[in-house]
């Protein structure tokens, strides 16, 4: 007799399966990566479900921009047209500055400036789990978008790429408990790294002696190494110094200057990109102009050289002079 729900295996058999399956796959992506491809299929199919799902938030943005009074608007116009005017200030002085390192370049012979190249994107989706900080952005590897990416914002460093599709990317903040990223402070050089902690607030700067120079309020910026994090950006502030006795290493705390959890827009940096006008035609042409003043130019070679120990070397970073 055929009974009318026929019996499989049991829930508990099924279920160790399952759990032995999923194990196996986890290892084989944490070892050999057999399973980016799939990820990043994976991916695309749920690309325009997570567009749909941040849709409304666009709509709400938009008719709040649409529906404002044209007084707000009239504030906001003339508030913006100060910090421009505040901005071109500010630019002007930068571009004497920018000129003058120029011709200290030339004068000592050092290498040409390099930038880097930007791209804006903006943040679709926020992992909701607790113990990761992770966010997603709608610019991908057809974009340019590479592993390892640095992204910024208006404020300073908010994280790196961890991982690549070809229209989206998924970035990890620098207050998440597995981040680190080499800074030094601003006042005195001193180098470090600064761990997250977990909390969207809160930095750590792990192994500093009870000595080191550091005070609340110093800035931290990034110094380059580890080839990850462009120079000289900001990072954060020390909020809070503590000497306990006994402990091997000082208790530092830092605030992230990135709006990691009020940011909108972020972004995505290239480095090592050469400014234009500093290649090797361009940089020929400027040596046919200074022939034109070579008496000029000899006469004042000798006192640069006689100073050259003296002198600073011009970086990207000294924009502060």
Same mark, same amino acid.
């Given at each position: 007799? @055929?009974?009318?729900?026929?019996?499989?295996?049991?829930? &508990?058999?099924?279920?160790?399966?399952?759990? /032995?399956?999923?194990?196996?796959?986890? &290892?084989?992506?944490?070892?050999?990566?057999?399973?980016?491809?799939?990820?990043?299929?994976?991916?695309?199919?749920?690309?325009?479900?997570?567009?749909?799902?941040?849709?409304?938030?666009?709509?709400?943005?938009?008719?709040?921009?649409?529906?404002?009074?044209?007084? #707000?608007?009239?504030?906001?116009?003339?508030?913006?047209?100060?910090?421009?005017?505040?901005?071109?200030?500010?630019? @002007?002085?930068?571009?004497?500055?920018?000129?003058?390192?120029?011709?200290?370049?030339?004068?000592?012979?050092?290498?040409?400036? /390099?930038? #880097?190249?930007?791209? /804006?994107?903006?943040?679709?989706?926020?992992?909701v789990d607790p113990y990761r900080q992770l966010i997603l952005l709608n610019k991908g590897s057809?974009?340019?978008?590479?592993?390892?990416?640095?992204?910024?914002?208006?404020?300073?460093? *908010?994280?790196?790429?961890?991982?690549?599709?070809? !229209?989206?990317?998924?970035? *990890?903040?620098?207050?998440?408990?597995?981040?680190?990223?080499?800074?030094?402070?601003?006042?005195?050089?001193?180098?470090?790294?600064?761990?997250?902690?977990?909390?969207?607030?809160?930095?750590?700067?792990?192994?500093?002696?009870?000595?080191?120079?550091?005070?609340?309020?110093?800035?931290?910026?990034?110094?380059? !190494?580890?080839?990850?994090?462009?120079?000289?950006?900001?990072?954060?502030?020390?909020?809070?110094?503590?000497?306990? /006795?006994? #402990?091997?290493?000082?208790?530092?705390?830092?605030?992230?200057?990135?709006?990691?959890?009020?940011?909108? #827009?972020?972004?995505?940096?290239?480095?090592? &990109?050469?400014?234009?006008? &500093?290649?090797?035609?361009?940089?020929?042409?400027?040596?046919?102009?200074?022939?034109?003043?070579a008496d000029e130019v000899n006469s004042t070679a000798g006192e640069a050289n006689q100073k050259?120990?003296?002198?600073?070397?011009?970086?990207?970073?000294?924009?502060?002079?």
């Amino acid at each position: 007799m @055929q009974t009318l729900f026929a019996r499989g295996p049991s829930v &508990t058999f099924r279920m160790v399966v399952l759990v /032995i399956a999923s194990i196996a796959l986890m &290892t084989a992506d944490h070892r050999w990566h057999s399973l980016e491809m799939v990820r990043s299929t994976l991916s695309i199919v749920v690309y325009p479900l997570q567009y749909t799902i941040d849709l409304p938030i666009k709509l709400y943005y938009w008719a709040d921009e649409v529906l404002s009074s044209k007084q #707000e608007l009239l504030e906001k116009n003339r508030e913006f047209q100060a910090r421009h005017l505040e901005t071109r200030v500010q630019l @002007q002085k930068l571009d004497i500055i920018e000129k003058e390192n120029d011709r200290l370049r030339r004068l000592l012979s050092a290498t040409p400036k /390099i930038t #880097e190249r930007l791209l /804006i994107s903006e943040i679709i989706n926020v992992d909701v789990d607790p113990y990761r900080q992770l966010i997603l952005l709608n610019k991908g590897s057809n974009h340019g978008v590479y592993l390892g990416q640095p992204i910024i914002d208006a404020h300073g460093i *908010m994280g790196q790429v961890v991982h690549v599709a070809p !229209l989206s990317a998924s970035a *990890m903040l620098i207050t998440d408990a597995s981040h680190a990223i080499p800074v030094q402070i601003d006042r005195t050089g001193l180098r470090a790294v600064a761990f997250g902690t977990g909390k969207i607030d809160q930095l750590e700067l792990r192994h500093l002696p009870h000595n080191a120079d550091i005070q609340v309020g110093d800035l931290l910026i990034s110094s380059g !190494l580890g080839g990850v994090f462009p120079p000289n950006y900001p990072v954060a502030t020390v909020s809070r110094v503590e000497h306990i /006795i006994g #402990e091997p290493f000082a208790t530092i705390e830092a605030t992230p200057l990135a709006q990691l959890d009020k940011s909108r #827009e972020v972004l995505l940096v290239w480095q090592n &990109t050469p400014v234009p006008g &500093t290649d090797g035609s361009e940089k020929k042409a400027i040596d046919n102009d200074d022939n034109s003043s070579a008496d000029e130019v000899n006469s004042t070679a000798g006192e640069a050289n006689q100073k050259t120990e003296n002198v600073k070397p011009v970086t990207d970073g000294d924009n502060s002079e």
